[in-house]
């Protein structure tokens, strides 16, 4: 009897080990969140936004599948507010991105599109746009150390008068079963000119530091 179970059960346990591999190998997940300390320069509106700091919280989630012509999901949430009171400047935004996996090896490149969209105030006035831009990513996988380097970049497409330039770098480790931690460093750079008030050389500059989840 114990034989004919094994039997019965071995092919189902050969069967579920091959299911779970084969969609680790196409569908892919990879989550985080972190604390980004950034320093700003630049105006925006009548406030002067030079030596503002704030600890601003990303988090983001990538969904990738096998389905051909059918584009990848990422989402990311900045919560990006510097300063208080009448010298408040929030420039929040949620991110969709549509993207491309080009390469996925040791080394994976990425090209879509991503469309920002703004909730947020300053100068006394709320602000709320949506901004089409160029996105692009790049990383390259260390093997056997567990350590990847990568950058990450969005840029306007000039679809409007808005000048939006943003530059993610980053090391991340891994340290037990997907579970890893980033240092990075983002620098964002807008002129908003589509709507009041505008934003003159208005710049989120600094370093962050992730906890995320690769599958």
Not at 46 to 71: Q, R
Not at 117 to 146: Q, R
């Amino acid at each position: 009897m114990k034989k004919q179970l094994l039997a019965l059960c071995l092919p189902l346990v050969l069967a579920t080990s091959s299911f779970s591999a084969n969609a680790a190998m196409l569908l892919g997940f990879d989550a985080g969140v972190y604390v980004w300390q950034s320093e700003t320069t630049g105006t925006a509106g009548s406030i002067d936004a030079t030596g503002l700091d704030g600890d601003n919280t990303v988090s983001y989630f990538a969904f990738e599948h096998p389905i051909p012509f059918v584009p990848n999901v990422k989402l990311q949430i900045s919560d990006m507010a510097v300063g208080t009171g009448a010298s408040l400047v929030d420039l929040s935004h949620v991110d969709s991105i549509l993207y491309y996996e080009i390469l996925d090896n040791f080394v994976s490149v990425d090209v879509g599109l991503t469309a920002r969209a703004f909730d947020g105030s300053y100068d006394s006035a709320a602000f709320t746009d949506t901004a089409y831009l160029l996105y692009a990513s790049a990383e390259v996988i260390v093997p056997i150390t567990g350590l990847s380097v990568g950058m990450e970049m969005s840029k306007d497409i000039g679809l409007d008068d808005n000048g939006i330039n943003d530059l993610k770098i980053r090391v991340r480790y891994e340290l037990l079963a997907g579970v890893g931690v980033e240092l990075g460093q983002r620098t964002v750079t807008m002129d908003l000119k589509e709507s009041l008030p505008n934003t003159n050389n208005l710049e989120f500059d600094g370093t962050y530091l992730a906890l995320t989840y690769t599958f």
